[in-house]
């Protein structure tokens, strides 16, 4: 069984895992593995936000944003989904990824000039970026056979890893855990460039997508799942969403992933940021919401045992204060990161 941690990113720890070194986990999972050579990875949400039925100008900056990813220096893979906001508000999320710093750096200038330089017509755009370096991310997969998110971008997919199914296991994950708490540091602050509103966060923030994928089901146990497990899942993800900043989550996202042609497909992932990992370890372990939700989720598995084909993963980072960007250009207040920032609209 492997260390989550790749070796070459172990070292002598300070602070100590939450289980025996000879902990057996009761299931297999997985982790995304880079090649040595990789020091950074990149993700970049694209977002388009408006009201009503979907305007011209929405459909022309998704297509024009997709033509971007297809140029020199463009993302190694980018997915798309859609949720509607707690302003009832459509938002379409473009997130692309890149595990080479500098050919992010090199194509960035140009799309955030597209996507947050210009106003259109009745729609709001907005950025958000994490650049973290692999010491500060971790990935957890239930299937090693499907990457999603970051980790279509890695060389593939560890063996069987030690470090999961117990609480704690996201932070012993993560390698720069074994000599620093991550702790936060700092506060919100907006800042005004033209029309655009630009969000220093702070240190250590954090940033967890996590997904389900459905479409490998029967009839039978995609009934149990979407009865007894999502409607759990999405009243957990509606708290975060409108009552999160009481807990330290700044913001929430439910996505429907949408498949090539626009339609809904059989996958969601929530999306949130996070003051910090341990706020949101607090809620995974002991708020209400999540504790129904891991109690249906493993009524839900244990119905089914190996036979389940359900596929589950996350991916989570905790970024350093200067491997953050976030933008927005006519979005509304309760958007992303602004949530965050008490003199929005002031």
């Not at 990113?9 to 902990?23: A, F, G, M, N």
């Not at 009503?52 to 900056?61: F, I, L, R, T, V």
């Not at 997508?209 to 007894?228: F, I, V």
Request: aromatic residues 10%.
């Amino acid at each position: 069984m492997e260390s989550a941690i790749p070796a070459h990113l172990e070292t002598p720890r300070t602070r100590h895992k939450r289980v025996p070194d000879d902990y057996q986990p009761p299931y297999p999972s997985f982790v995304a593995r880079y090649k040595p050579a990789v020091s950074r990875v990149v993700m970049a949400y694209f977002g388009v936000q408006y009201g009503g039925a979907a305007p011209a100008a929405a459909m022309d900056a998704l297509k024009e944003i997709a033509g971007l990813f297809a140029v020199d220096g463009g993302p190694s893979h980018w997915d798309r989904a859609r949720y509607v906001d707690q302003c009832a508000c459509e938002n379409v999320v473009t997130v692309a990824y890149w595990d080479d710093l500098a050919r992010f750096n090199a194509w960035f200038a140009r799309a955030r000039e597209m996507w947050t330089g210009r106003k259109r017509e009745g729609v709001g755009t907005f950025i958000e970026v994490l650049r973290p370096s692999v010491a500060r991310h971790e990935t957890l997969f239930s299937s090693p056979d499907r990457p999603e998110g970051i980790a279509v971008a890695a060389e593939g997919m560890s063996g069987e890893v030690q470090e999961h199914a117990y609480w704690g296991g996201m932070r012993d994950r993560l390698p720069l855990s074994q000599t620093d708490a991550m702790a936060p540091g700092g506060a919100p602050e907006l800042i005004h460039d033209g029309a655009r509103l630009r969000v220093v966060a702070h240190d250590n923030l954090c940033l967890i997508r996590s997904g389900q994928d459905w479409s490998d089901t029967a009839a039978s146990e995609r009934k149990l799942y979407l009865d007894d497990v999502e409607p759990v899942l999405r009243e957990g993800m509606d708290f975060l969403r409108d009552d999160g900043l009481t807990i330290g989550c700044y913001a929430n996202r439910y996505m429907q992933v949408l498949a090539a042609d626009g339609s809904v497909s059989e996958k969601s992932y929530g999306q949130s940021w996070w003051k910090s990992l341990a706020a949101l370890e607090r809620w995974a372990e002991s708020h209400p919401t999540h504790v129904k939700i891991f109690g249906a989720a493993m009524k839900y598995l244990s119905t089914l045992g190996p036979s389940a084909k359900l596929r589950l993963y996350h991916e989570v980072t905790v970024a350093a204060a200067d491997e953050q960007f976030f933008e927005y250009l006519n979005c509304h207040p309760k958007t992303g990161m602004l949530t965050a920032v008490e003199t929005v609209g002031a």
